[in-house]
């Protein structure tokens, strides 16, 4: 419930919060050292779906100049636009087994230049590269772009996304329809 340094802190009695920080900032952990710590709890015969979501991690009182990762992002939890560090995610859950863990993760980075839709696909990629058995990728409407589900279907996944009540769709060639009007 409580993902601070302090928090931890609290919670584990016997260290400090500045040790706790220290030792976070002295580590470099990747995307695929998160994965390489998943992957053993996964079954050779999972049957998978990768979701992916993105958070704001607030840092409203945060000197923006001390940190490159500190920007202005929407937030759904505040449905609006509040400074902090954006973070996306992919978690794994086997249909089968019940098991549910992260396998990828961003830190969004204003310097990359890439949208969150690009480390989308970029953090796919890694994880067909690294063997996670899925078949299906599911998201909120944010990754339900064409471009996101024409990726997904050049690499033989099925999506399941979240789709805004405005989006156009096409039923029949030349003939498009908002999604609100669709029976």
């Not at 053993?40 to 000197?63: C, F, M, N, R, W």
């Not at 990762?69 to 978690?91: A, E, M, P, Q, R």
């Amino acid at each position: 419930m409580n993902t601070t340094c302090t928090g931890l802190a609290e919670t584990l009695k016997s260290v400090s919060h500045d040790s706790i920080n220290r030792f976070l900032l002295r580590e470099d952990y990747s995307a695929k050292d998160l994965y390489d710590s998943s992957i053993d709890l996964i079954p050779e015969d999972a049957e998978g779906a990768v979701s992916v979501d993105d958070t704001v991690l607030d840092k409203p009182y945060s000197q923006s100049h001390l940190s490159k990762l500190i920007n202005y992002y929407w937030s759904g939890k505040h449905k609006k636009t509040v400074k902090g560090i954006n973070l996306v995610t992919l978690f794994f859950t086997d249909l089968k087994g019940g098991i549910r863990l992260p396998v990828n993760f961003r830190v969004v980075n204003p310097d990359d230049n890439k949208t969150k839709n690009q480390y989308f696909q970029e953090m796919i990629e890694e994880i067909i590269s690294w063997g996670l058995p899925f078949a299906w990728v599911t998201g909120d409407s944010w990754y339900s772009s064409l471009e996101n589900l024409k990726f997904l279907r050049k690499r033989n996944l099925n999506a399941l996304f979240g789709v805004e009540n405005n989006r156009i769709f096409s039923e029949e060639k030349g003939s498009y329809i908002q999604a609100q009007k669709i029976e």
